[in-house]
């Protein structure tokens, strides 16, 4: 009988743990999502999280400025040249304080009139340009702070 007990006890205590490892799982759970372009027109950021949150301009205490953001677009429009333009002025606040920008698409300054940023025989093949927004610098240094701000720009077919 104590044998039969020690037995017992020895299975038990040896396969318990195997039989956790069997129930054990793990399970991974992620969205997807895609854009698909029109063919014939389009202008969308290579990197789409550039889109969908917040990207931060880095301070540099070196020289004690803003190091700008820089990325990329493509864009594409087989019936003519691309135009672009700001919807409202871009700039950075904390509330108090305001440290504006200049947005560059393809190189040409986007202002809140629009002007063409992609001729038409860049645009009917496609190609990838650049965006960069810089912080203008001031006489004055930057006030410490937190500051938000939002860029909003447009962008239009323009026919031949």
């Known amino acids: 009988m104590f044998k ?35 063919i014939d ?19 540099s205490s070196l020289t004690a400025g803003l190091i700008p953001l820089r990325t990329n677009y493509e864009v594409k429009n087989i019936n003519g040249a691309i135009g672009a333009r700001l919807d409202q002025e871009a700039y950075l606040s904390n509330g108090r304080e305001r440290i504006d920008l200049r947005v560059l698409f393809n ?5 809140l009139d629009s002007a063409q940023v992609v001729s038409a025989a860049e645009a009917r093949p496609g190609r990838r ?22 860029v909003h720009m447009v962008f239009d077919a323009i026919a031949p």
């Open 129 to 150: 340009v650049g965006l960069e927004i810089i912080a203008v610098k001031t006489a004055e240094e930057y006030a410490p702070g937190d500051y938000y701000g939002t």
């Open 41 to 59: 027109f389009h202008v969308l950021p290579v990197d789409p999280q550039l889109v969908e949150r917040e990207q931060p301009m880095l301070f």
């Open 107 to 111: 190189n040409v300054e986007l202002t």
């Open 4 to 38: 039969t007990l020690i037995h017992t006890l020895l299975f038990t205590t040896l396969a318990l743990p195997s039989m956790a490892a069997w129930g054990a799982e793990e399970r991974e759970t992620f969205e997807l999502f895609v854009t698909i372009p029109t």
